[in-house]
């Protein structure tokens, strides 16, 4: 299995090397993403072994919580013999005890299983019905990423090499 594995690659109930990989990769670079903000905004450690630790408090939960999901998705599905959004609320719940856990919280963890599992219902019904839950980013034809690439001048520029004909 390679890391260029995507979750819907196979069918639902198997594969859950591939599933893990696939939902592993966003997760880890997510928390790797949240962990940098926190550290260099937020936290501020002195040392390498503070900034790690910072590193791995956030990451690890992420980690966790998007294994949490593919597991229990992947054995609601092998339990159940269904292939629904039941199965992406089970991983839901399971995902939102992992945060619950890192936050020290039963509650905490209770409403982050039910937003999760709203994501995740809608995110199966997405896949089913065909529609996407995150479109596509489109450009637009107005950027300031490259701003060279466009001409944001009020009057276009003269022809060159032209004179008054005197």
């Known amino acids: 299995m390679s890391l260029k594995a995507n979750y819907y690659d196979k069918p639902e109930g198997e594969d859950l090397f591939g ?17 940098t903000v926190e550290v260099m905004m937020v936290s501020k450690p002195k040392g390498y072994i503070p900034t790690v630790a910072r590193y791995m408090y956030f990451t ?24 629904d959004g ?25 409403v982050a299983g039910l937003i999760f599992s ?3 219902a809608l995110k199966k019904q997405s896949v089913d019905e065909g529609w996407e839950f995150f479109p596509e980013v489109k450009h637009h034809a107005v950027s300031a990423a490259n701003p060279n ?18």
């Not at 991983?91 to 992992?98: M, R, Y």
């Open 19 to 35: 599933k893990m990989i696939a939902t592993n990769k966003y997760a880890l670079a997510g928390g790797l993403g949240w962990s």
């Open 149 to 166: 690439r466009y001409d944001f001048t009020l009057t276009q520029e003269r022809e060159r090499g032209w004179t008054t004909g005197k």
């Open 86 to 110: 039941w199965n992406y609320v089970a991983g839901a719940f399971a995902a939102g005890g992992v945060y619950g856990a890192w936050k020290r919280n039963v509650v905490s963890g209770l």
């Open 118 to 120: 709203v994501a995740g």
């Open 60 to 83: 690890g939960p992420f980690v966790g919580m998007a294994s949490a999901f593919t597991v229990g998705a992947y054995a609601a599905n092998k339990l159940r013999g269904r292939d």
